[in-house]
């Protein structure tokens, strides 16, 4: 079935960029997302990526895709204290009863 | 903005009672989804649902029901509760939208004494 891999821990420092990577095997997908998670709290869009293109910007957040690869990575710039969450990569298509895959989440630790 | 509710933020029950958590969302999405997260496991689906009284088994049901007699409402129940249901429960609904993103609830901590 369909897999989609992520670390499962980042730390870096506040002020340095942080890439989270995540890798994927159906081939099909039409969307890959990121999803952030706060403490305590539900998932929440970031933002998503859909499957024709190789890179999308969005303010301190830069998503690349290789597709050829299955390849995808978050960038997050100027990483603050307030970006420590744990980050799920997952993957989706067009389709009402298309099911996402979710990844097993990155818990990003950003410590001064 | 989507709004998706969940009855309890915190949960203790004792093995072997009958727990309902519930779900409701408000904005007429067809379908909505149940998520077991377990540190170092991610999200696992327990069951899903793309209409009213209709479900559909995610990857791991067993120990669980559902139940979607309204479209706003989806109910996930545990018939006889055990220790290793303790986890956070996690409510989604997905639209027809554009993009096919999932939109969450807070989530239920759940704690099976």
């Known amino acids: 079935g369909e897999d989609v891999e992520q670390s499962l821990f980042l730390s870096v420092r506040e002020g340095d960029s942080s890439v989270i990577n995540c890798t994927y095997t159906?081939?099909?997908?039409?969307?890959l997302y990121w999803y952030k998670q706060e403490p305590g709290a539900g998932l929440q869009l970031l933002t998503y990526?859909?499957?024709?293109?190789d890179m999308k910007q969005d303010q301190r957040l830069t998503v690349l895709l290789n597709k050829k690869d299955k390849h995808l990575s978050l960038r997050i710039a100027d990483t603050q204290t307030g970006d420590s969450a744990i980050y799920f990569c997952?993957?989706?298509?067009?389709?009402?009863?298309?099911?996402?895959?979710f990844g097993r989440g990155t818990s990003l630790i950003v410590h001064p | 903005d989507v709004k998706v509710t969940q009855s309890s933020r915190y949960l203790v029950k004792r093995t072997g009672e009958k727990v309902f958590l519930e779900c409701v969302q408000d904005?007429?999405?067809?379908?909505m989804f149940w998520y077991r997260q377990d540190p170092g496991l991610g999200l696992r689906l327990i069951y899903f649902?793309?209409?009213?009284?209709?479900?559909e088994k995610g990857d791991i049901p067993e120990g669980y029901s559902v139940s979607r007699e309204k479209k706003e409402r989806f109910s996930l129940i545990l018939e006889s509760a055990s220790t290793n249901q303790t986890s956070m429960y996690l409510c989604?609904?997905?639209?027809?939208?554009?993009?096919?993103?999932?939109?969450f609830g807070p989530g239920t901590r759940l704690t099976v004494l």
């Open positions: 989604a609904t997905e639209g027809s939208g554009t993009h096919n993103e999932q939109f």
């Open positions: 904005m007429d999405h067809e379908n």
């Open positions: 990526i859909f499957s024709n293109m």
């Open positions: 649902s793309y209409d009213v009284k209709m479900k």
């Open positions: 159906d081939s099909s997908s039409t969307y």
């Open positions: 997952a993957e989706g298509a067009s389709g009402g009863s298309y099911i996402p895959t």
